[in-house]
């Protein structure tokens, strides 16, 4: 079958640093996705990886080994509005894509 | 660019009655269009995907002849919940497709509650 684990919850401080892992099991890779989900709110697009490595974006970064399947997105300075739910996804060799349950970032000051 | 909207944004229905939710990518040919289902702090649950003037693909699970998914355009696809009953009652969002690996572009989604 097709999986996709994260953590379900973590806990920052402000101005901190958080990594948020994801490692997938999947029939085929055509790229990792990562999108941010405030609360009641769809979700919002973050990264794209398919070859491996970092991807700097801002205070956002993407990393991907497809050997090991595995990603993280790594937050820096954390800020209190970056509290949000954070959504790995991967496209299959079907280009459907498999979502993660999601890891829900808490914030504290 | 790569907007997706989303109409109506709330709906509140009684059971029995049908609700019929649009999705339309504004500024971009979609290729492929996706209806999610999301219930209270649960993640996203994919319905069905649809390409326009096929017919949509449903995930197991998911009632075909209640959750109606018409994909009229590139641009545009509709659900409609029929007979909506409260358990119906959640956050729906679509999604467009972009490209060959189907980058996701997301509506801001409709709360539907059914009393």
């Known amino acids: 079958g097709q999986n996709i684990d994260q953590p379900t919850e973590m806990t920052a401080t402000e101005g901190a640093i958080v990594q948020i892992n994801c490692t997938y099991q999947?029939?085929?890779?055509?790229?990792l996705f990562w999108y941010q989900q405030h609360a009641g709110e769809a979700p919002t697009f973050l990264s794209y990886n398919v070859l491996d490595g970092l991807e700097e974006k801002g205070r956002f970064s993407s990393f991907l080994s497809r050997s090991k399947g595995y990603s993280y997105l790594l937050l820096k300075e954390l800020q209190m509005k970056d509290s949000a739910s954070y959504l790995c996804?991967?496209?299959?060799?079907?280009?459907?894509?498999?979502w993660g349950a999601g890891t829900k970032l808490i914030i504290k000051p | 660019g790569a907007v997706v909207s989303q109409h109506p944004s709330r709906v509140i229905c009684k059971s029995g009655t049908s609700v019929k939710i649009e999705c339309r990518s504004l500024d971009f040919q979609a290729t492929t269009m996706f209806w999610y289902r999301q219930f209270p702090k649960q993640s996203l649950m994919l319905m069905a995907t649809s390409n326009e003037g096929s017919k949509a693909t449903y995930e197991q699970g998911v009632e075909k002849d209640k959750f109606l998914i018409n994909h009229a355009s590139l641009t545009l696809s509709t659900l409609t919940v029929t007979s909506a009953h409260p358990e119906d009652s959640s956050f729906y969002i679509c999604?467009?497709?972009?490209?060959?690996?189907?980058?996701?572009?997301f509506g801001p989604g409709t709360r539907l509650t059914v009393l």
């Open positions: 999604s467009a497709g972009r490209g060959q690996v189907n980058e996701q572009f």
């Open positions: 996804a991967v496209t299959d060799s079907n280009y459907q894509l498999i």
């Open positions: 999947t029939s085929g890779f055509n790229g």
